[in-house]
């Protein structure tokens, strides 16, 4: 009789319900890039912790946005789930098998069982592989376990999943390299004045350097294209003071050396119609950097930009530029990034003035037989000789009586 009570009692009582709480892995870093052809590149990491029993699971379905270009960007997307809680991800411990995005979906669901075991943390592991497409330069992509209905469970009426959703990790460019524009340390710090006609006047230093990548991303680095400067004027009448814009690259000493120490890439005139354009006070002067070396990962490489003024003038004065978008590669701004600070790196301000007078050469006091008299000794020496000149006129015009009594 007591055993028919107690099997009354159990049916009467629902089991104890278990909970699977989902988190995002503090193994998750900041937002990078990640070149072409990497592989089994992890995206995100999640943590899975069981509480009041342990927890069946079916399924479990990785969402991510961008999905159109996710099919161009992802050839591979693999899943791994701690069953063992070690930390480590065996390749016994992947879910299902590999997947690819098909362009249209933004999750994929990979449908193999795991238990997560009660009081335990366990990690789940997304990796991907990046084709070699070039049109995935540029793209980037955030990995989520986006509800609590993407973790398909064995027994829903009894066991649930908690967790603040989406639960999602930081984003993932498709890069070649990253970059950073920077001024120089030989960058002039105060304005100046030159003069007409003055040549090879440093105008402005400045550094391109090539970043290393955040983990866990891979970059490559920079094969310089082309390199834009701008020269700002007053108006565009002062634009015909300038004559001449020149690149260099540095010899490492940020000292502008340009018949000794530089060497030059390229110089840029106004007969170069398609490399130097006039909008308004503004010139703008593309110059070919496709002779430079590649900076590599984590290097630098320093240039100079020198100006040539028009020995006639106008007076007027200018500020060289050069813009982070004004720096281009071989594989353009969305395989090669260059972060946002600075925008640009500018000159201080050059003044064109008209060469400054000779001084004129005093003659010697005395030489070629000149008296030494000063200015003013002369004019009263020559009011005398006027006086007796007057004097003797006089006394020749009257009678002889007269000047005999005179004399």
Same mark, same amino acid.
């Given at each position: 009789?007591? *055993?028919?009570?107690v099997?009354a ?7 104890? %319900?278990?909970s699977?709480?989902?988190n995002?892995?503090?193994? &998750? ?11 089994n ?10 509480? $009041? ?6 399924? *479990?379905t ?7 270009n ?31 995005? &098909? ?9 193999? +069982?795991? #238990?997560a ?13 990046v ?8 793209? %980037? ?14 027994? =829903? ?5 908690? $967790? ?8 993932? #460019? ?9 001024p120089?340390t030989?960058?002039? #710090?105060? =304005?100046?004045? /030159? ?5 090879n006047? %440093?105008a ?11 983990p866990?991303?891979?970059l490559s680095?920079?094969? *310089? +294209?082309?390199?834009?400067?701008? !020269?700002t ?6 634009t015909?003071?300038v #004559? ?5 690259q ?7 050396e ?6 030059l ?7 170069? /119609?398609?490399?130097?354009?006039v909008?308004?006070? !503004?010139?703008? !002067? ?20 020198s ?5 006639? @003038?106008?007076q007027t ?8 978008t ?5 594989? @353009? ?11 640009? /790196? ?5 003044? *064109? ?6 001084p ?13 008299? $000063? ?5 009263w020496?020559i009011?005398v000789l006027?006086g007796c000149?007057g004097?003797?006129?006089? &006394?020749r015009?009257? =009678?002889d ?5 005179v004399?």
């Open positions: 009789m007591r *055993l028919l009570i099997l009692f159990l049916i009467s009582c629902p089991l104890a %319900a278990a699977l709480s989902v995002l892995s503090g193994t &998750n870093g900041p937002s990078y890039a990640t070149q072409l052809g990497s592989t590149m992890q995206v995100a990491r999640f943590v899975a912790q069981a509480s $009041g029993g342990d927890v069946l699971c079916n399924a *479990l990785v969402h991510f946005d961008n999905a159109a996710a099919a161009i960007v992802f050839s591979g997307v693999r899943v791994f789930f701690d069953a063992d809680h070690n930390g480590i991800f065996d390749a016994t411990e992947e879910l299902a098998t590999s997947q690819a995005p &098909n362009g249209t979906d933004n999750f994929l669901t990979f449908t193999e +069982a795991f #238990t075991l009660q009081g335990q943390f366990h990690e789940v592991q997304v990796l991907v592989t084709t070699a497409n070039a049109a995935a330069y540029g793209e %980037a992509f955030r990995f989520r376990i986006d509800a609590a209905a993407s973790i398909d469970l064995d027994d =829903p009426l009894t066991d649930s999943v908690t $967790g603040t959703f989406p639960v999602q990790a930081n984003t993932v #460019t498709i890069r070649h390299s990253e970059n950073r524009l920077q120089g030989g960058n002039p #710090t105060s =304005p100046r004045t /030159v003069s007409f006609g003055a040549t006047v %440093a402005l230093h400045f550094i391109v350097e090539s970043l290393n990548p955040t866990p991303g891979q680095g920079i094969q *310089l +294209a082309t390199i834009s400067a701008s !020269v004027l007053p108006s565009s009448l002062d015909a003071a #004559t001449r814009l020149a690149l260099w540095d010899d490492g000493d940020s000292a502008f340009p018949g000794s120490g530089e060497v890439i390229q110089a840029r005139t106004p007969s170069d /119609v398609a490399a130097w354009s909008a308004g006070s !503004v010139i703008t !002067v593309t110059f070919d950097a496709g002779t430079v070396p590649a900076i590599p990962t984590g290097q630098v490489r320093a240039f100079w930009i100006i040539n003024f028009n020995s006639s @003038g106008p004065s200018c500020e060289v530029t050069v813009s982070r004004g720096v281009l590669s071989a594989l @353009g701004a969305a395989a090669d990034f260059f972060i946002a600070t600075p925008p640009l /790196v500018s000159s201080n301000v050059i003044s *064109l003035r008209p060469k400054p007078p000779k004129k050469s005093k003659e010697a006091q005395g030489e070629g037989g000149c008296s030494t008299i $000063g200015a003013p000794g002369r004019f020496a009011c006027v000149f004097l003797i006129v006089r &006394n015009r009257r =009678p009586s007269t000047r005999k009594m004399r």
